[in-house]
């Protein structure tokens, strides 16, 4: 198998440096090029034709979301973002995945410890290089959310990872002010979750938060799985409330889908409904075919409009998956699973 050919984009040459360095240390990847602009990387780009580009955010003449636009628009290709961990960061990343960004890691701090920072890079720039990228061209359409809809009382959880900021926004922007209670586990790094789910938050009707101990599931709330160091479970103690657990990383992540499904499948039952999206590997696989096996209506993203048709695709094939459909039909399909039907 050919090597994947990479471009490196960052002002900085020292960052260059390490990136490089980082990458080169995995030998299924070539660094063919690095970038000290957006004007640099363009003509890079059309001469050396990369697979992947990793992507700086602050840099001069152009900043990376300018260009990355441009890239999205002109020649869509994979690029993984590498994002300072300060707030503005947070906040520029997200906007990047949203306009095309296959996925994100952070920058690190500080020289000290750099190439432990940079550990999971070669494998992201791998996962991103399999990924199918489209062109985008302007804003995504809005949805309408529903004026009549009456929950039955019924939970959501969903999973997803690359590509997930996108497919999460398009099923969330379909929920209404009375949504039902839904829990989201998304493969993120932990500086990041706080700043989507403010995204999501101003993206529906819904109120979006990330989830806190205790936090009770109740209609027109949606929780995010804050990344890092904890799993989010569901359990029932006096109704149904979100739970952090300090556990070690399931199937290479913390917080883990399957933790969550799992959990889900105790503790509502066929009262329930699954989603699992985009995203690259195994991650909720198993714990989707439990919830369905309780009685959970189980939707699965198709591989036509997945950025990644891992998750979905081994969902699928462990008999986890009811029904595939694209991911524009999955909000209005979670609503009809969860509305009340007319006596």
Do not use: W
């Not at 690095?34 to 003449?61: Q, W, Y």
């Not at 300090?246 to 499904?261: I, K, T």
């Amino acid at each position: 198998m050919n090597p994947i050919r990479v471009i490196v984009v960052d002002d900085s040459a020292t960052m260059r440096s390490l990136i490089s360095a980082s990458l080169r240390q995995d030998p299924q990847i070539e660094v063919v090029g690095m970038a000290g602009d957006p004007l640099e990387a363009r003509e890079a780009i059309k001469a050396l034709n990369p697979d992947v580009i990793t992507l700086d955010i602050e840099m001069p003449n152009m900043n990376g979301l300018e260009f990355l636009e441009k890239i999205m628009r002109l020649r869509p290709m994979p690029v993984v973002m590498v994002s300072t961990l300060t707030q503005a960061g947070a906040d520029a990343t997200l906007r990047a995945l949203e306009l095309g960004a296959v996925d994100c890691v952070a920058k690190p701090t500080s020289m000290v410890g750099a190439s432990q920072g940079l550990s999971d890079l070669a494998t992201r720039v791998k996962n991103a290089a399999r990924a199918r990228v489209r062109s985008h061209n302007g804003a995504a359409k809005v949805a309408v959310a529903p004026r009549d809809y009456i929950p039955s009382g019924h939970m959501v959880a969903i999973g997803s990872s690359t590509g997930g900021v996108e497919a999460l926004l398009a099923v969330l922007s379909h929920y209404p002010a009375n949504c039902p209670p839904t829990v989201i586990t998304q493969h993120m790094p932990a500086t990041f979750t706080k700043s989507f789910a403010a995204r999501l938050d101003r993206a529906t009707e819904a109120h979006v938060t990330e989830a806190y101990d205790g936090a009770p599931l109740e209609c027109g709330k949606v929780y995010l799985a804050p990344g890092g160091e904890t799993h989010l479970e569901v359990v029932r103690q006096g109704g149904l409330r979100c739970r952090l657990q300090r556990e070690e990383p399931v199937n290479g992540h913390r917080p883990s889908v399957d933790v969550l499904f799992n959990s889900v499948s105790t503790a509502a039952g066929r009262a329930a409904v699954g989603v699992i999206l985009t995203g690259m590997g195994r991650d909720g696989a198993q714990g989707l075919k439990q919830m369905r096996t309780q009685g959970a209506r189980t939707l699965g993203q198709d591989e036509a409009s997945c950025v990644v048709y891992g998750m979905p695709r081994s969902a699928f094939e462990a008999g986890g998956v009811e029904t595939q459909a694209p991911i524009e039909a999955i909000g209005p399909m979670i609503l009809k699973f969860t509305e009340k039907r007319p006596s």
